[in-house]
T-cell receptor
Framework: SQQGEEDPQALSIQEGENATMNCSYKTSINNLQWYRQNSGRGLVHLILIRSNEREKHSGRLRVTLDTSKKSSSLLITASRAADTASYFCATDYSGYSTLTFGKGTMLLVSP | ETGVTQTPRHLVMGMTNKKSLKCEQHLGHNAMYWYKQSAKKPLELMFVYNFKEQTENNSVPSRFSPECPNSSHLFLHLHTLQPEDSALYLC?????????????????FGPGTRLTVL
């Protein structure tokens, strides 16, 4: 399976703390994307990082990509209760015709 | 609002029923997708339509039948489903860069249809 793996599966933090989620993947990629899903809803695209990029920022989100280790991390700074959701990485593998989603990290931010 | 709508939002059906799920995208994209999301399982890609042609069918049982009449609309026709088909069905769309070699940019998801098969 080419499926990416998020780590940890679940993360519980207090408001104001930072949350870090990791994603590992198998083979070379065109890009890697992070999505967020609130309970029972559709996924929302957060950020895309291309294979030739190492770091990208969007508001309180910071994504890094290490192609030598085939891994990516998503950092949410100064978390809020509204950040409570599941976070998925999705890989656009070279030579594949679709995105491959991981199992997700469930983040709980307590007030 | 992501620009992708799905109807109905909730559906309960018996195993002998026939129903259809509808997806519409208002983003001018040229690719549309059906995904299945079951509890504690990763998102499963079911069907992909690029430029209105089906390019992926990930071993989906024939009781699921997709239809893409144009680049803005996607249907999933359901018949004689099983209880294990109960799940959240998500539609998504994206802009594919070319017909020959695909590079996948962000996908925009609808809110999903929560399907329960009795």
């Amino acid at each position: 399976s080419q499926q990416g793996e998020e780590d940890p599966q679940a993360l519980s933090i207090q408001e104001g703390e930072n949350a870090t989620m990791n994603c590992s993947y198998k083979t070379s990629i065109n890009n890697l994307q992070w999505y967020r899903q609130n309970s029972g809803r559709g996924l929302v695209h957060l950020i895309l990082i291309r294979s030739n990029e190492r770091e990208k920022h969007s508001g309180r989100l910071r994504v890094t990509l290490d192609t030598s280790k085939k891994s990516s991390s998503l950092l949410i700074t100064a978390s809020r209760a509204a950040d409570t959701a599941s976070y998925f990485c999705a890989t656009d593998y070279s030579g594949y015709s679709t995105l491959t989603f991981g199992k997700g990290t469930m983040l709980l931010v307590s007030p | 609002e992501t620009g992708v709508t799905q109807t109905p939002r909730h559906l309960v059906m018996g195993m002998t029923n026939k129903k259809s799920l509808k997806c519409e995208q208002h983003l001018g994209h040229n690719a549309m997708y059906w995904y299945k999301q079951s509890a504690k399982k990763p998102l499963e890609l079911m069907f992909v339509y690029n430029f209105k042609e089906q390019t992926e069918n990930n071993s989906v049982p024939s009781r699921f039948s997709p239809e893409c009449p144009n680049s803005s609309h996607l249907f999933l026709h359901l018949h004689t489903l099983q209880p294990e088909d109960s799940a959240l069905y998500l539609c998504a769309s994206s802009q594919v860069l070319s017909a020959g070699e695909f590079s996948y940019n962000e996908q925009f998801f609808g809110p999903g249809t929560r399907l329960t098969v009795l």
